[in-house]
């Protein structure tokens, strides 16, 4: 199964905004680090990932997340997370990432911090 | 004393690790475990698997095993995979590599953030070589009461 189809690219005021409907365990974040490594192939400097209908996320995943960030940054943009259920909160809390990337409640407000 | 056990083989493959988190999750809501804790016993299976897949055998076929353990204190799990992933190449998880992964864990880090999740997350773990050449990680979460086995 291929689950870079349940992760929806889409554009707003030029910020591209990835929406992800699958839970991101070790085979799925290997997908999403294809669609990351994408964006940046394609010099794309802005990115709001929505992670409203993700229940679990795994530490590849947050990696990914993270050295995106990191990437985007050195280039003038950055990555910001929005929407995290409370387990993931927790997980990107217990890793130290919610000190490295920044996170939002909405995907609006996440927009509004660009 | 009265215990129940399960086991799995999945192919080495991470596909395979979504269908057996989301059993593991049934299994814990099922014994009554807390959602939040629930949440905690899937996150910490699925790096013990992440790490069983990628570093623990070369071949799809070989496959990783989980063995899980209830009685009436605690669901037990353990993982076991086969082998090093390279022919010559010891078990992944050796003393000297656990303490370079702990010693260099950074939350700015993409890697190396698994083992500290099962540290974290679980009641008891522990990782040693087995026999097959591969590693063993067994993990152990408490109920919050003692609590009967179904049999």
């Known amino acids: ?114 | 004393m009265a215990q129940a056990d399960i086991q799995l083989q999945i192919p080495s493959a991470a596909f395979y690790i979504e269908p057996v988190r989301a059993f593991v999750g049934n299994l814990a809501q099922s014994l009554g475990f807390s959602r939040k804790r629930v949440a905690d016993i899937q996150l910490v299976l699925d790096e013990i698997c992440s790490n069983a897949v990628h570093h623990g055998s070369a071949d799809p076929t070989v496959g990783v095993k989980l063995c899980m353990r209830i009685d009436t204190h605690a669901l037990e799990i353990l993982v076991r995979d086969t082998g090093a992933r390279h022919a010559g190449e010891k078990n992944w998880l050796t003393h000297d590599r656990l303490s370079e992964i702990e010693m260099n864990r950074s939350p700015s880090n993409e890697r190396g953030h698994g083992i500290f999740i099962v540290k974290s997350l679980s009641d008891m773990h522990e990782m040693r070589p087995n026999e097959a050449g591969g590693t063993d990680v067994r993990v152990v979460f408490r109920f919050s009461k003692p609590r009967d086995v179904e049999i």
């Open chain 1, 1 to 114: 199964m291929d689950s870079t189809k349940l992760m929806k690219l889409r554009e707003e005021s030029g910020i591209k905004i990835i929406e992800i409907k699958t839970d991101l365990s070790s085979y799925a974040a290997s997908d999403l680090r294809k669609v990351l490594e994408g964006l940046l192939a394609e010099k794309v400097e802005k990115v709001v990932v929505n992670l409203s209908q993700v229940s679990h996320i795994n530490s590849t995943a947050v990696g990914a997340l993270v050295g995106v960030a990191k990437r985007l940054r050195q280039s003038g943009g950055d990555l910001k997370i929005c929407a995290l259920a409370d387990n993931l909160t927790r997980t990107f809390n217990l890793i130290g990432a919610s000190s490295v990337v920044e996170i939002y409640e909405s995907e609006n407000s996440a927009l509004a911090a660009f």
